[in-house]
């Protein structure tokens, strides 16, 4: 399974843009990025996710480099309410169920 | 989240017991995901289900088992054979292949 690898923690002042890097070098060719984020104690819920081209939704964009190796999440304007573990995953399809691998993610504070 | 249906959020059981945690969801999802969280770590794949009558094996199946005899419930039972059963379990649906996972909001299993 395609490992990723990101930041154990990062800060970002509230207005500002949150830029999440990952890095999934192991990545192959059929395989989705996608983005969750979990607020202590509840269940992840779903940001984000692409295969080659950049993507943008209400809630974030998704820069995915052209070797596909690494993607950064864009919170473009931070609150609060977006202090989070945001994690980064590579999602394998085996009989046509999505495995879902979790790493430890990116514990996100967003400060006043 | 959303119309999937974890309960009870808090269960407690003496070590030896089996213990089944419940899932069930309106969303017409076909897969279903059961996944295990420990304090300060990422989630981890215990079975899923693409179909009806058809389960697999995760990467933490043992000591763990499940049914999937309607399209709306997958069960989780966590038996005696499962060394450390204290911990966050959450259940997860999906529609079809490279779709998002939607969660449940969690079962904080403790066993005593």
């Known amino acids: 399974d395609a490992k990723t690898t990101q930041p154990p923690s990062m800060d970002c002042a509230e207005g500002r843009a949150a830029n999440l890097p990952c890095n999934h070098s192991?990545?192959?060719?059929?395989?989705?990025v996608y983005w969750y984020r979990q607020i202590h104690s509840q269940g992840p819920q779903y940001i984000i996710h692409?295969?080659?081209n950049n993507e943008t939704n209400e809630m974030a964009s998704l820069i995915i480099t052209e070797d596909r190796k690494s993607s950064t999440l864009i919170l473009p304007h931070a609150t609060l309410r977006d202090t989070a573990v945001y994690y980064c995953?590579?999602?394998?399809?085996?009989?046509?169920?999505?495995?879902?691998?979790f790493g430890q993610g990116t514990r996100l504070t967003i400060n006043p | 989240d959303g119309g999937i249906t974890q309960s009870p959020k808090y269960l407690f059981r003496k070590e030896g017991q089996n213990v089944t945690l419940s899932c069930e969801q309106n969303l017409n999802h076909d897969a279903m995901y059961w996944y295990r969280q420990d304090p300060g770590q990422g989630l981890r794949l215990i079975y899923y289900?693409?179909?009806?009558?058809?389960?697999q094996k995760g990467d933490i199946a043992e000591g763990y088992s499940v049914s999937r005899e309607k399209k709306e419930s997958f069960p989780l039972t966590v038996t005696s054979a499962q060394k450390n059963p204290t911990a966050f379990y959450l259940c997860?649906?999906?529609?079809?292949?490279?779709?998002?996972?939607?969660f449940g909001q969690g079962t904080r299993l403790t066993v005593v």
């Open positions: 997860a649906t999906s529609f079809q292949m490279n779709t998002e996972a939607f």
């Open positions: 692409g295969l080659k």
């Open positions: 289900s693409q179909i009806v009558n058809d389960f």
């Open positions: 192991t990545i192959s060719g059929n395989e989705y």
């Open positions: 995953i590579v999602s394998l399809l085996i009989q046509g169920a999505q495995k879902l691998v």
